[in-house]
């Protein structure tokens, strides 16, 4: 357990600063790959909803004092912390067959875990550029920009999780 | 509230949210101005909306009172025309005279009254208003409402009386057509509410259609330059001495709410001047 702490402090670090760096790119002018969550949809399935609300929070807020946004992403991890058990048990309704609390490509299949992945980053993409827009009036520019940092944001997820798998399956 | 702590404990992830979503929503709108400013505009519009439809429906709650202070404000300015018309009266005959100090007349109150009871389809119509004897109305009153002319109290109650309409055949009306000193007798003929009939103008007065009727003052109960009615046109006579116009009246009997009963101050004292003038051509009369 105390094992499984440290690790998840060091991904919350990791992912901060990995943001700090990620919030300098935006490719296209549009794609911002949004990697820090990846720390909220890592989150044990099994940890308290309060927790993972929390711990989001303060992850999002971390965030906006490096990117100088504040309020924006402590919002949208609020909500996609939330949301997230929802948007698991939509592709994963039998909790209790999971083996491995911590969602993964090898806990839940690739399929699964990827759309799992694409949804709560879809999810998350829409809520912080809809406040960042705050309006409907570039709706158009809003949604290019929705729809191209979810799949940037989801590629990089996805190239870190396969990086992560191949390092213990190298272990093993 | 044990059930209360047992609620807040099952659903304590919601209070978590809301917490932590106030306080984002709270850094967001103080630290960040583009929505900062977005929100203000649009919570301004929003609550403009709601002050704006509230106000739309509790206007209508006010519109009696409201109603009620225009009206005396009216019976005020009226009196105070009357009385300045007065004014202006006695300057013209004393011109010559300029040492001569004319007397200010305040001859006329007004008693604010809300008809309860009206009709208008009956042969012989009546009124009825919320404003007795104990209010101040006396029998042979005079009425008018913001358009015009109404009708003459008939009977007193002590909370209530009883108004003869204009629209009324039994009601004979002293009008003459304005800017002119010819008077006819105005009456319902008992066919519109919105028309009556002017009798008796004579006829060398000049008039066009269109020209308004007022009172003529040759009464205790209504005051001068009162607006009756138009001149809607002439109406075929027998006699050939005078006209018989169709007036179109000023008042919409059908619509009254708020009235006001004409006190003359000088009522009394013109009484009993025209009975002493009556008994004293009595006495000669006598005498002779």
């Known amino acids: 357990m105390s094992k499984s702490a440290l690790q998840f402090t060091g991904l919350f670090i990791g992912m901060l600063l990995a943001q700090a760096i990620c919030n300098r790119i935006c490719l296209f002018g549009v794609a911002v790959p949004m990697v820090f969550i990846y720390f909220i949809i890592r989150l044990p399935m099994n940890l308290s909803v309060n927790w993972v609300i929390c711990l989001s929070f303060f992850l999002g807020l971390g965030v906006d004092i490096f990117g100088d946004t504040q309020g924006m992403n402590a919002l949208a991890c609020t909500v996609l912390a939330v949301c997230r058990r929802s948007v698991f048990l939509l592709y994963f309704p039998r909790e209790d067959d999971l083996g491995n609390p911590i969602p993964s490509i090898r806990s839940l299949g690739i399929a699964v875990y990827a759309k799992y992945m694409v949804t709560a980053v879809l999810l998350y993409c829409t809520v912080v550029f809809l406040i960042q827009a705050f309006a409907l009036k570039h709706f158009e520019i809003t949604l290019l920009r929705i729809i191209s940092s979810t799949i940037l944001t989801f590629l990089v997820l996805l190239g870190f999780d396969s990086i992560a798998t191949t390092r213990r399956e190298k272990r093993l | 509230m044990r059930n209360l702590l047992d609620f807040v404990i099952k659903h304590s992830s919601w209070f978590v949210f809301l917490f932590f979503a106030i306080l984002s929503c709270r850094l967001l709108f103080n630290s960040n101005p583009y929505q900062h400013s977005i929100y203000f505009t649009s919570a301004n519009v929003v609550c403009s909306s709601v002050y704006e439809l509230f106000n739309n429906v509790t206007s209508y709650f006010h519109l009696r009172d409201i109603n009620e202070d225009l009206q005396q404000r009216n019976a005020m300015l ?211």
């Open chain 2, 78 to 288: 009226e009196n105070e025309m009357v009385s300045l018309r007065n004014e202006i009266n006695n300057y013209k005959m004393l011109l010559p005279d300029t040492n001569a100090v004319p007397e200010v007349y305040q001859h006329f109150d007004f008693v604010i009254a809300h008809v309860i009871s009206n009709s208008v389809s009956q042969p012989y119509n009546y009124i009825t208003i919320n404003r007795g004897s104990d209010d101040g109305i006396r029998p042979e009153m005079g009425v008018v409402d913001q358009n015009g002319v109404v009708g003459i109290v008939n009977v007193v109650g002590r909370h209530s009386a009883r108004i003869v309409s204009l629209l009324n055949p039994n009601l004979r009306l002293s009008c003459k057509v304005k800017n002119s000193d010819f008077f006819g007798s105005l009456v319902w003929d008992c066919e519109s509410p919105q028309y009556a009939v002017l009798e008796e103008l004579p006829r060398h007065v000049e008039f066009e259609n269109g020209d308004t009727i007022i009172t003529s003052g040759y009464s205790t109960v209504f005051p001068e330059g009162l607006i009756v009615g138009v001149i809607d046109g002439k109406m075929p006579t027998n006699d050939d001495n005078f006209y018989t116009l169709r007036i179109r009246l000023t008042t919409d009997f059908s619509r009254l709410s708020t009235v006001r009963a004409i006190k003359n101050n000088m009522k009394d004292e013109l009484r009993e001047l025209e009975k002493a003038d009556f008994g004293n051509s009595n006495k000669e009369r006598g005498k002779s």
